[in-house]
């Protein structure tokens, strides 16, 4: 009996051992829990500090980003806003302009049809006057080709009087021809026997007796 009690005793003994073993394994892991847990918090506390810092970020940049587009949506706009205005302006200036264009080109228009009409009244005019003086002139020609008829009739009767004349005066001249061809011939005869009397001379006679009448002659 008192070795089993002994037994008994050693197992307690053992698993009182065992429980303590396992309960400072249990503290041990219980405090890396811990350690581990308040590195967790600090983590999780600065995440919490960088996430805030990141919202006040994002706050600060919606805020900054809402103004500008404020800013930018007013300058649009006052832009378009004067766009239109100059648009208006000028597709008044425009139709003022092309108004003034019309105007004046119904006035030059008007002016045109006018001296059109003015015109018109004087080529009309112009060609009854030309009509006229064709009129004229035709009857003036009519009348110069008549009388240059008769003038050239009158002509015609003068030409054949001149022809005439002219073939009396060709016979004329036909007998002064031979006649003069006569004379000539005995010119040439004379001349030739003068030659013939100086070769005579200047062979027979010395110059110093011929040459001073020959000079007196002259």
Do not use: Y
Not at 105 to 121: G, I, K, P
Not at 141 to 156: D, I, Y
Not at 172 to 196: F, G, I, W
């Amino acid at each position: 009996e008192q070795a089993r009690n002994e037994e008994q005793w050693n197992w307690h003994m053992e698993t009182a051992k065992r429980l303590d073993a396992r309960l400072e394994e249990r503290a041990s892991a219980d405090m890396a829990q811990q350690v581990r847990l308040m590195e967790l918090e600090a983590g999780a506390d600065r995440l919490r500090a960088s996430v805030a810092s990141i919202e006040s970020a994002l706050a600060t940049t919606q805020r900054t980003m809402q103004e500008l587009m404020t800013q930018r949506q007013d300058e649009l706009r006052k832009a378009v806003r004067d766009e239109m205005v100059g648009r208006e302006n000028h597709i008044s200036r425009f139709a003022k302009e092309l108004e003034t264009s019309w105007q004046s080109l119904e006035a030059r228009l008007q002016r045109c049809r006018e001296e059109a009409t003015t015109n018109n009244s004087t080529v009309a005019e112009r060609a009854r006057v030309l009509e006229l003086r064709c009129a004229q002139i035709e009857h003036d020609l009519s009348t110069h080709v008549t009388a240059q008829a008769e003038t050239n009739h009158r002509l015609t009767e003068r030409a054949s009087t001149v022809a005439s004349t002219v073939d009396a005066l060709e016979m004329s001249l036909k007998s002064s021809d031979v006649v003069t061809h006569t004379t000539v011939t005995r010119v040439d005869e004379l001349s030739e026997r003068l030659a013939m009397v100086e070769d005579e001379c200047r062979s027979k006679a010395k110059a110093d007796f011929w040459k001073p009448q020959m000079e007196a002659l002259q």
